[in-house]
């Protein structure tokens, strides 16, 4: 299994980005998947998480800015950040919950990470 994240990019204060991450591989099913970020210096923390189902939950730092969906037919989760803030800056994970056999447990899958700055 594999998580494929990209969209990052270099935008200006107030700027969005959109940032997707497709699942690939031996896949049965994805439980919640998630977006965190990890700034220079600072532990990754949560940005937001969804459901299989679709709810949601945000970072207080994100509400508001920031919103999550999934694609369930692609395997596929986006975050869309909208007005930008400088502390936004960081690499941002995806991380989704994987069955890949009916009847086994779920497992956590992490992508390879996408830089976003918000720079002027």
């Known amino acids: 299994v594999q998580l494929q994240a990209c969209g990052g990019g270099l935008v200006q204060p107030g700027g969005s980005l959109r940032l997707s991450c497709a699942a690939s591989?031996?896949?049965?099913?994805?439980?919640?998947m998630s977006w965190h970020r990890q700034a220079p210096g600072k532990q990754r923390e949560l940005v937001a998480a969804?459901?299989?189902?679709?709810?949601?939950n945000y970072a207080d730092s994100v509400k508001g800015r920031f919103t999550i969906s999934r694609d369930n037919t692609k395997n596929t989760v986006y975050l869309q950040q909208n007005s930008l803030k400088p502390e936004d800056t960081a690499v941002y994970y995806c991380?989704?919950?994987?069955?890949?056999?009916?009847?086994?447990?779920?497992?956590?899958?992490w992508g390879q990470g996408t830089l976003v700055t918000v720079s002027s």
């Open positions: 591989g031996n896949i049965f099913s994805i439980s919640a």
């Open positions: 991380n989704a919950l994987i069955r890949t056999t009916q009847g086994m447990g779920y497992t956590i899958h």
């Open positions: 969804i459901t299989s189902g679709g709810n949601t």
